[in-house]
Nanobody, 115 residues
Framework: QVQLVESGGGLVQAGGSLRLSCVAS????????MSWHGQAPGKQRELLAA???????NYADSVKGRFTISRDNAKNTVYLQIDSLKPEDTAVYYC?????????WGQGTQVTVSS
């Protein structure tokens, strides 16, 4: 089994920055795509950013230019740098990893942006 643990969320003022981390542990053979998803109150979970094992990145239009995804394969970790935070960025942020053993989710970390 693979476990994902996110960290780095919190309460921040609009215009501020946060760096989220997600570490995978357990029976990891290889990790293909790592991604971050956000679920705002009353809304569906949506893909925000993804990074392949070759470093190719993709972003939702709503976060382009403000969110940066990166990964450290040696540490089985994916990061999400969030800059210029807006109140509408308030959500639970989940990481996801597609591995050779299946698709796994973290428990989520809350990001709250005050205006």
């Amino acid at each position: 089994q693979v476990q994902l643990v996110e960290s780095g969320g919190g309460l921040v003022q609009a215009g501020g920055s946060l760096r989220l981390s997600c570490v995978a542990s357990g029976s990891i053979a290889s990790i293909n795509v790592m991604s971050w998803h956000g679920q705002a109150p009353g809304k569906q979970r949506e893909l925000l950013a993804a990074i392949s094992n070759r470093g190719t990145t993709n972003y939702a239009d709503s976060v382009k230019g403000r969110f940066t995804i990166s990964r450290d394969n040696a540490k089985n970790t994916v990061y999400l740098q969030i800059d210029s935070l807006k109140p509408e960025d308030t959500a639970v942020y989940y990481c996801n990893m597609v591995t050779s053993r299946g698709n796994f989710w973290g428990q989520g970390t809350q990001v709250t942006v005050s205006s």
